[in-house]
């Protein structure tokens, strides 16, 4: 199988903060993609995951941190007109890293839910920090989920 950047085996973490200042472009099949700013996400109902770790197997956990943000599910249900949906979501990042999301993995009172991370610990998220963050609370073995520079989100149709 070839190299998947959204599934990547082993990674060492980016040391250097890609440019940026936290604005991502969701695109979604069938519709003209939209940039969306940080200032977009505070305008959408907020949610707090406290007690959350960044956890890498061989260089350290951090943690625990209250993330808050607007759950995925959130920013899709606002985002997508009523009736569409997605079958995955491919979360891409500034430098070229990223995971994907299924649609199962939205489903509400499943897991703790899927954020997009704008503060922690009630202050906002520098760019150094990753701005905008994804945080997936059931990953908890390497990081490899928790995307910091978020700059695609990609609706892929069912
Ligand atoms: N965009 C992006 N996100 C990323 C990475 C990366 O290289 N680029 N590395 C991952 C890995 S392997 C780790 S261990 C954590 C490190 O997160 P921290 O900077 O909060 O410690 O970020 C994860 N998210
Ligand atoms: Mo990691």
Not at 82 to 94: L, P
Request: proline fraction near 10%; aromatic fraction near 6%; charge should be negative.
């Amino acid at each position: 199988m070839s190299y998947d950047p959204l599934h990547p085996h082993t990674h060492d973490p980016n040391l250097e903060t890609p440019a940026g200042d936290g604005s991502f472009v969701l695109s979604r099949p069938g519709h003209t993609p939209l940039t969306l700013a940080p200032h977009d996400l505070a305008a959408l109902p907020q949610t707090s995951l406290p007690n959350c770790f960044i956890v890498s197997t061989g260089h350290g956990t951090s943690g625990p941190f209250t993330f808050s943000g607007v759950t995925l599910r959130e920013l899709l249900s606002h985002y997508l007109p009523a009736g569409e949906s997605c079958a995955q979501i491919e979360i891409i990042s500034a430098d070229g890293f990223g995971t994907r999301v299924w649609a199962g993995e939205l489903l509400p009172g499943r897991d703790r839910p899927i954020l997009l991370a704008t503060h922690r610990d009630t202050l906002p998220l520098t760019r150094d920090q990753g701005l905008v963050r994804l945080i997936v609370p059931s990953e908890t073995d390497d990081a490899l989920r928790q995307v910091k520079w978020i700059n695609q989100v990609r609706c892929i149709a069912p």
